[in-house]
């Protein structure tokens, strides 16, 4: 499984080159704090091929995948590795480790009282 430090990818996200990443953690906690540019796909819900066809990058280029730890990621790299995909890349420690290296997040969903 091939994987990218959160820094390797915080550099993309800050270049504002173009990337394909998605989030497998569930719609509640995506809509809690997410990595700007990612598109949420629950693991439970995710499809290999729909998420594929809905890629933003060429296929040729890495699909990053993120989750809360590293191992819902693998699995969903596995399942999209299944459907085709050639280069699927796990953010290694996840949004756990995203968060604690202050890398950028958007919050859409906090309420402030």
């Known amino acids: 499984m091939k994987t990218i430090h959160p ?48 890629r933003k990058c060429a296929a ?15 699995l969903a790299a596995g399942i999209l590795r299944g459907a085709g995909c050639d280069l699927p890349v796990v953010v290694d420690g996840g949004m756990r480790v995203w968060e604690t290296q202050g890398f950028p997040t958007v919050h859409p969903w906090r309420f402030h009282f």
């Open 7 to 54: 820094a390797g990818l915080a550099t993309l996200v800050s270049r504002h080159k173009p990337f394909d990443l998605i989030d497998v953690r569930p719609s509640e906690q995506f809509g809690q704090s997410h990595i700007p540019g990612a598109r949420s796909a629950p693991l439970g819900k995710l499809s290999g091929p729909k998420t594929l066809r809905e």
């Open 60 to 74: 040729s280029e890495p699909l990053f995948v993120i989750s809360e730890d590293r191992a819902m990621a693998g």
